[in-house]
């Protein structure tokens, strides 16, 4: 009977040492996952609160972006990512590809005039150089 009071005793002890060695890893992991995450905003076109969910949806459908946010008036996508993961023009190309033009790629023509009429912004015309 003895020895089954000692015996508890250290799994008690021992379970303490287990809990405390997770807290440590899970820590570690997490400080790890933290230090690869970059913030960055850029500009992309858009008009209305349906723009907004799909320039969201667009930026977080790819694997690498943890946050993203767009901004009506200021009419910036706040995006936290990992360039470990994505490159941020993968971000340009597939907001583009949902119909909205950023500051580094534009949407195609056919994929912006189906957007709804609340979501269609003026659009920049691009001037083409002139044959001399």
Request: hydrophobic share 35%.
């Amino acid at each position: 009977m003895l020895d089954f009071v000692i015996n508890f005793k250290n799994f008690k002890k021992m379970n303490k040492y287990i809990y405390i060695l997770f807290l440590f890893a899970t820590f570690l992991l997490n400080a790890q996952d933290s230090s690869n995450k970059q913030k960055t905003s850029f500009k992309v076109f858009g008009n209305c609160e349906m723009c907004k969910m799909r320039i969201e949806k667009a930026a977080l459908s790819l694997k690498g972006v943890k946050y993203a946010n767009w901004s009506i008036p200021e009419s910036q996508l706040t995006l936290i990512y990992n360039p470990n993961r994505i490159d941020l023009l993968d971000v340009h190309d597939s907001v583009a590809l949902s119909g909205h033009d950023t500051s580094l790629k534009e949407a195609p023509n056919d994929i912006y005039n189906e957007l709804p009429l609340c979501c269609l912004y003026p659009r920049e015309e691009k001037t083409k150089p002139r044959n001399k």
